[in-house]
């Protein structure tokens, strides 16, 4: 899914990194309130290394169950670099990208979960 999937400018007005629950909550100008699991947002990056430069090239990523987030840089006041302790920090999640990500995430996790089946792998490292 593209980062400009909405073209309605999104504002954060709460981010809050759960290490132990290993979530991720934001909250949006416009009252919508998501919890994002850290799997979810790791495997989910919008980094070249994950999406790749095209659909096609989109790669699953797995063994990350347990993956917790440990840092967050703020990119200007649009964005989040989020840092995984899995030393994986390429990713620059956009507010629009991360409202798309909380409104899907049912249907993006599904689509993981299957992916992952397909392709004979695991959640667990």
Known sequence: MSQSSSDKKRIVTELRIKKEE?????????GEKFEIPAELLRVESPSAEVQGHSPQ??????????????????VGNYA??????????????TWNY???????MNEVWDDYLTNLEAAGLSRDP
């Open 57 to 74: 090239e989109k790669k699953i990523i797995p063994g990350r169950r347990h993956v917790g987030i440990i840092g967050a840089e703020p």
């Open 22 to 30: 290993k979530l991720l909550i934001v909250s949006f100008e416009t």
């Open 80 to 93: 989040i670099k989020l840092v995984f302790d899995d030393l994986h920090d390429t990713g620059i999640f």
């Open 98 to 104: 991360l409202f798309w990500l909380g409104e899907n």
